[in-house]
């Protein structure tokens, strides 16, 4: 899977009412916090993975679903900002009713990545704490709904950075 796809299926944009038509926010609560208890991720990348991550380029990161419907995918962050959303425009589309249509976005300063919590319903997770802002770490886990993904920096900025 190339790191541009963007898995899914039908997409559905709500109810509309017959005065005016609009959009209807169908995203799903989660329930209890302890739904979204941490638990980390080992060192079980396959070949493919580390392979991808030992050639991203300077300035880059990666980031692989984990967990949930799209587990397995790979997500390269190249650019100064990237979406997360259930909004088919989002640059890492989940089709999940648990992230919202905007639900965070991931900037780049240099060599630095922060994830930006855009007020979403579910919140978004870094290594287990919900947060609103957050640098990105190597090996950070981060949870969007019930997606589980890992970051990974490039081998030059882990180098820089240890």
Known sequence: MDDTHRP???IHRGAETSAHPR???ATQTFGHDSDLSF?????????????AINA???RAALLIVRSGPTAGARYLLDTDVT????????????????????????????SV???????SLNGTYVNGERVDR???????????????????????ERAIGA
Do not use: C, M, Y
């Open 8 to 10: 899914g299926g039908d």
């Open 23 to 25: 959009l209807v926010d």
């Open 39 to 51: 638990v980390p991720f080992g060192s079980e990348l396959t070949a493919a993975e580390v392979e």
């Open 56 to 58: 991203l380029p300077a």
């Open 83 to 110: 979406t997360v959303g259930r909004h088919p425009e989002a640059d890492i589309f989940f089709d999940d009713v648990t992230v919202s249509r905007r639900h965070a976005e991931i900037t780049r300063t240099g």
């Open 113 to 119: 990545f922060e994830l930006i919590d855009q007020r």
């Open 134 to 156: 957050a640098t990105l770490v190597d090996g950070a886990e981060v949870r969007v709904g019930k997606f589980r993904l890992n970051f990974f920096v490039a081998p030059a």
